[in-house]
């Protein structure tokens, strides 16, 4: 299984597992999460999310523990954290003895117009781009003007 490629059932899920939880946190100001994949043999095992506030981290939402989710959860941040900064996030990912530590942190000002309801779909289209998204880059559709002829 990749987390390349949308359209494979446990990556799709994934994707929306990760949204949900990402968009309940940011929509709670929230804006550090973390996802916690426990290892057993090797092999993921289940999954947790805990946001940071004020008075430090706390667990949010249920233990994911459908193995062929967690695996599709695990390569799916596995494959952000191969990104590293955006314009929007950051994220690092930190081993442990037990499994991994996906720690996403969103830039609060990149997400005011789509906070509410919209912002789990935002969050699908930011963190997973297709290939056909990357013409809509800001950074991309930056020109130089041409010199002009004299």
């Known amino acids: 299984m990749s987390s390349n490629h949308a359209g494979n059932p446990q990556v799709d899920a994934a994707r929306q597992a990760l949204c949900r939880e990402f968009a309940k946190c940011i929509n709670d100001n929230k804006l550090t999460v973390r996802v916690h994949v426990v290892e057993a043999a090797g092999k993921p095992a289940e999954a947790h999310f805990q946001a940071h506030d004020a008075t430090g981290w706390h667990k949010t939402g249920e233990t994911i523990t459908d193995r062929l989710l967690v695996n599709a959860l695990n390569e799916t941040l596995e494959m952000l954290a191969s ?3 955006h314009d929007a996030w950051s994220v690092r ?43 809509q880059d800001v950074r991309r559709s930056i020109r130089t003007p041409r010199p002009a002829h004299g």
């Open 83 to 85: 990104k590293e900064h």
């Open 93 to 135: 990912r930190q081993s442990h003895a037990d499994g991994h530590d996906t720690e996403l942190k969103f830039h609060h000002e990149k997400f005011v117009g789509h906070l509410g309801d919209k912002l789990e779909s935002a969050l699908m289209g930011l963190l997973f781009r297709d290939h056909h998204d990357s013409s």
